[in-house]
């Protein structure tokens, strides 16, 4: 109970999860909160975990084309991510959504998790069927230099009559919208 009401007065309710920046995902923290909520029945907690969880799946620690999630943000709102994907986070992410999903059940959450397998399976299987620990953030000693894209390399990439939609839906722009923040 006590950890319960910790939790739920440090959350953050403009965006979602724990902290400030760099936000990390907590996963375990929003566990706890999911099942003690379903076990004493408290739909707050229920909630905060969802928000939290989707707000990752709509923000930049997601990797909206390749799947899996980033190892955090440099922002607290989500949207920024340190370009790494560790093996572990996206272990316990998936654990999180499989509990939300068996509760809640949500295409969002089911979508998610198909592509974040598919990715693991891509990405971080090695030949011998064992996992690899992490991606780094650094290419070519430049942080996520293999993660963005032209705009010219999305158009390309896109059919057709897609690349309107996803120029508008995304904010892809000829001087792109990555911004690397300095601290």
Known sequence: DKMAAKLKSSYDLDNGGYGGAPKFPMSQSLELLLEYGILREDEQCVMLAERAAQSMIAGGIYDQLGGGFSRYTVDSAW???????MLYDNALLLRLLAKLQMWRPNDLYRQTIAETVVWLKREMQAPDGSFYSALDADSEGVEGKFYTW????VREAL???LWSA????????PGGNWKEEKT
Request: without cysteine; charged residues 35%; glycine residues 4%.
């Open 79 to 85: 949207r920024i991510p340190h370009i790494e994907k």
């Open 150 to 153: 032209t705009q010219e390399e």
């Open 159 to 161: 059919p057709k009559e």
């Open 166 to 173: 996803a120029e508008n839906y995304f904010g892809i722009t």
